[in-house]
């Protein structure tokens, strides 16, 4: 009887073991997870499409929608047929203003980084909700730079009727280095500003007047109200908790080299040129879906001898817990690295289109 007893806790032993592993980590290519293509129509006013869409459901009903050109476009999911366009007014009481540096579009309505001077709050009809003044920066911030460019998504918490947003520097300079605000929350309710600090890490001060390896992108965890802050020259990602941070190991499993670029004066005018070569941590996008980040590394850019470009890129896939779980490499000149969520994958674009009338975006399912 002992013995078939302690032949019966070997075998749960083992069981129990197998299943406490941690997951395997994948490495493989992109393309391998493409489930189909999706193609939305286009109007005579529209000659590119958007990279993002926002998917929102409206009466047990699925929409995504675009903005494109001062206008609204609306369309089924997943059909992709165009059901509505509409236009918005840059000036009058109703004016979103010239200058937009970044766009939202929410279940609450519209939000607007409008001329480095206000965020804009807007129906879906176009009409003006709220109008918030962006805070001043001091000094040593030089210039202020709202943005949702080069991978600084606005994010919007229905919940707490929160927006948030980054200040983004053109380059890196030395005044910025003692600098925190980057990161804000808009309290659309009491209409107050609060910021979320970081300062960038000491390596940074080799990197000054880089418009690539000089500038962070970020993304902002709705569901655990943490910021993930990227940096292009980092292995590891900071995380924000409030002012609190710490660091996850985000690095990709190829070598990188990241190279300098230069500046070349033009008469009163310095132009920054970086570096076609170097490697860099692009961006991050977070799936709340699957609760899952993905972080796009750039990791080299070669050029034939006919002047086309071949880029071996990835994106990093971290789990709930910021654990690696997957490292999958593609071409960006074949597919274009910013996307969109919805509950049933994630959608990037093409970069060649084969019809002036529709646009492809191939869906992405990580069955893993």
Known sequence: MGKYFFFLLAVVFSCNSKESKSPEFISGELTEYISDTIYFEKDEFTKNLPAKFAYLEENDSSFLYAWYDKRLLKYGYPSGKLISSTNFFVEGPDGIGSFISGSLITEDGLFFISDQKEIVHTDFEGKVISRFPLPAVPEERLAANFSAMNGNDMTYDPAT??????????????????????????????????????????????????????????????????????FPANDSLLILDSDNGFWVDGRSSKPLTFEKGKTEPRGEWTVFNPSMKTSRYKFTQYDPYRKRLLRYVNIETKESDLETYTNESSFILLDSEFGKVAELFFNNQKIIPSGFFTPNGFYLKLAEQQSDDREGYVRIVFDF
């Open 161 to 230: 009727k929160t927006l948030l947003l980054a200040d983004v520097p053109f380059v890196l300079k030395e005044p910025n280095m003692n600098y925190r605000d980057w990161l804000w929350k808009l309290d659309t309710r009491s209409e107050n500003f609060d910021s979320v600090g970081f300062n960038y890490p000491e390596k940074y001060r080799e990197l000054y007047d880089d418009p690539e390896l000089g500038v962070f992108a970020h993304s902002f965890i709705i569901d655990r109200d943490l910021f993930v802050v990227n």
